[in-house]
Each structure stands twice: as structure tokens, then as C-alpha cells.
């Protein structure tokens, strides 16, 4: 009889981005392969939708930089490992990839990473910290762009051939996120609950308020977009919530008054059920200016058979055949997003039921979650086969 492989996957919050949807999913796909799954997290909006009897939460402090706190978690985590005899440890962060490092070292256990995002750095030691990222025994990118960034600033770590570094692109669940299945009563719900007018051309840009996802940009395109005067009304919604960030916050409402877009422009901190939002729209945007590592929105929309115009870089030009199932438009130029918005506005509806279709089919083909899930499973095999 097979050893049953127990997996223990590490964020710092179960919360509702990229790496934490993949987290829980994968969490919940493992037992269902004979595996024993485990979590370690701070918190998260995530939290109360695990199902406890296949999934095992210890809330630990690994969301905290603090080397105290580091240090902590390095020996809590060796505990665990020690008292659930887990086999593998997966960080998905650099903080808690520190304490996994160690804590795995120490155990002699097999330490896996997901590179998430490109990780900004100015100096030596910022690259040093980002670094844990490629430290461990199987390194995943989750593109070939985030790959392509490794290589690049990373490679000399794999110099010694010890390490794997391979791409497991992102999944959704494509039965989720599905128009098919949102009840009218949920849109129309919606609709009432932030008055938004549905005879209106509606443009969504979902994501935190931050500014590299290009907020500004947006707003500066729908001005664009308000002076023309041969386009169906339209409403744009900018939905996501600040984090905290309320001084950019202001900046946009201000930047919206300034323009006199305040009856074009709407604001929805969150929405509950993502696919409601994408199926009341009629047109999906993705403005960020710098790279995506993934480009979940572009994903999502495709999934929803709705349009999606995104910027030319980062993981969007992997997730998106443009001119296909979505739209490329220039980087940081607003021009460039109207000119792609008027070509979407003017499409016929068949034109449009086409681009939806094909956005679907790429996305069954190449980003659905099981997929994802399985592959990831796969490399955890190969892992422990290794080491036998």
C-alpha cells in the first residue's frame, strides 16, 4: 500500500488574489488523490470556506517579515512537519519561504516554491531576500513570462543543476467562473444595489486599488472616451478595494471630479461573487502597467465569454490570443485603450459571441484549475520518488 504524501502549503493570507485562490484549490484537489493536505496562514477572507474535514489550518504569524517572528515560525513549522510527518512544505511567499527553508533543512523534508510575481529589487540585499524564492527543490513560475524573469535574474542559483524550475501556468475554476451558471436574479441584484444603468455599454476594471494596475490610465481613457459623440452610452466601474491605500483612493475620486466623470465612473469596494461582476459587464479591462505575472482578470473574463482589453505585457500576451479571444493595447497609453474600447463598442453582437467562445475555449484548454492541480500533484510524485 502507497504512503498517503501529506502536503503543507504556506501563504501569508488565504485572501481573494492569484496565489491564495491557487492555494485553496489546490489544498481541496489533494485529498481527493489520497493525499493529506495542510495550511499555515495568518487569516484570510478564504478562511470560512475551507472544508475542515479535508483540510487542516494552523494560523501562524507568516504573513510578518519581522526576523523574530521568522524564526518563530521556522521552528513551529519544524514541529509540524515533525508531528504530522509531512513530506513536503510549499511556500507561496518570501517571508514564510524563509522560515520553510529552514524548517525544512533541519527535518530533511522537500521544500517547494511558486515564484508569484517578479519581486521588485533595487539592491543586492532585496535580491538576496527575493532569492529564498529559488532556494528550494522545485522552483514553479506560473508563465513562461515569470519563468523568462528567473532565468534572467535568478539563473546563477540554478547553476549547480540541483534545483528544477518549471511552468505550471495559474488555474481558475472554469465551472465557477462560467456565465452559464449566475442566476439573472444575482445581476439584477447587483444592478439595484449599486445602481448601475444595464441599457449603458458597461466597462469594468476589477483589482486592488493600487497604482500599477493602472486606475489613472483608465480614468484618463474613459475622458477620452466621454468626448466622443458617436459611441453608445456607456458606465465604467472600477471595482476593488484600497487596502489600506487611502490616499491613492483620493487621488482617483479626485482625478474623476477633475474630468467631470462623475456620472460615467462608479466605484465598488467588493463584490462577493466575481462572476456576477464580470457577467454584468459588456467589456472587461486590465490597464496594469507593469507585468502581470499571470494575468488572472484576462483569464477570468475569457472564462466568462466576455471581452478583454489588456495591456501588451507580462503574462496577459501568454493568457490572451489577441485579435481572438481578447485585445492587446499599448502600455500606459490611454489613446490606445480607447481606440481597442471603440472597436469592442462598435462589434456586432455575433462578432462579439464569437470572441466569448474562443475566449472559453482557450481557457478550457490551457488555464482550467484541475489541470493546474493535477500537474502540480505530478511534480509532488516525481519529488518523493526522488528521494526513495
Not at 494552523?58 to 521568522?70: A, E, M, R, T
Amino acid at each position: 500500500m502507497k504512503k498517503k504524501i501529506k502536503v503543507l502549503q504556506i501563504i501569508p493570507r488565504l485572501g481573494y488574489g492569484g496565489a491564495e485562490t491557487g492555494c485553496f484549490d489546490l489544498a481541496h484537489f489533494l485529498p481527493e488523490q489520497g493525499c493529506k493536505s495542510f495550511i499555515a496562514t495568518s487569516g484570510g477572507e478564504l478562511l470560512p470556506y475551507i472544508d475542515k474535514k479535508k483540510v487542516k489550518i494552523f494560523k501562524l504569524p507568516v504573513h510578518s517579515k519581522n526576523p523574530i517572528l521568522v524564526l518563530l515560525n521556522v521552528v513551529i513549522i519544524f514541529l509540524i512537519i515533525l508531528m504530522y510527518n509531512i513530506d513536503i512544505v510549499h511556500a507561496r511567499s518570501r517571508a514564510p519561504a524563509w522560515s520553510s527553508y529552514f524548517a525544512t533543512r533541519i527535518a530533511f523534508r522537500k521544500f517547494v516554491t511558486t515564484f508569484h510575481g517578479t519581486y521588485n529589487f533595487s539592491n543586492k540585499i532585496k535580491k538576496f531576500y527575493n532569492s529564498i524564492m529559488v532556494r528550494s527543490d522545485v522552483v514553479i513560475a506560473g508563465s513562461n513570462f515569470i519563468f523568462s524573469h528567473i532565468n534572467e535574474n535568478y539563473g546563477d542559483f540554478f547553476s549547480q543543476g540541483k534545483r528544477k524550475l518549471l511552468v505550471i501556468f495559474r488555474g481558475i475554476n472554469t465551472n465557477y467562473y462560467n456565465s452559464q451558471k449566475i442566476l439573472p436574479i444575482k445581476i439584477d441584484r447587483f444592478a439595484k444595489q449599486y445602481n448601475i444603468d444595464r441599457n449603458k455599454f458597461i466597462i469594468l476594471l476589477p483589482g486592488r486599488l493600487t497604482s500599477w494596475k493602472g486606475q489613472k490610465i483608465f480614468i484618463e481613457s474613459m475622458k477620452l472616451l466621454s468626448e466622443k459623440t458617436d459611441i453608445t452610452p456607456f458606465e465604467a466601474i472600477i471595482l476593488g478595494s484600497d487596502q489600506g491605500r487611502n490616499v491613492y483612493r483620493k487621488q482617483l475620486l479626485v482625478l474623476v471630479q477633475q474630468h467631470r466623470l462623475t456620472k460615467f465612473i462608479k466605484f465598488i469596494d467588493h463584490c462577493e461573487e466575481m462572476p456576477v461582476a464580470y457577467g454584468i459587464s459588456n467589456l472587461i479591462c486590465s490597464c496594469s502597467y507593469e507585468p502581470e505575472a499571470f494575468g488572472r482578470v484576462s483569464v477570468e473574463a475569457q472564462s466568462m465569454q466576455v471581452p478583454i482589453i489588456a495591456s501588451d505585457i507580462g503574462g496577459s500576451k501568454e493568457t490572451i490570443i489577441d485579435g481572438k479571444t481578447g485585445y492587446l493595447f499599448k502600455n500606459k497609453d490611454p489613446r490606445s485603450l480607447v481606440d481597442s474600447i471603440e472597436m469592442i463598442m462598435k462589434k456586432d453582437y455575433n462578432s462579439l459571441k464569437s470572441i466569448g467562445l474562443e475566449g472559453r475555449k482557450n481557457v478550457l484548454k490551457r488555464f482550467d484549475v484541475d489541470k493546474m492541480c493535477q500537474t502540480t500533484f505530478t511534480e509532488y510524485k516525481k519529488l518523493i520518488e526522488l528521494s526513495r
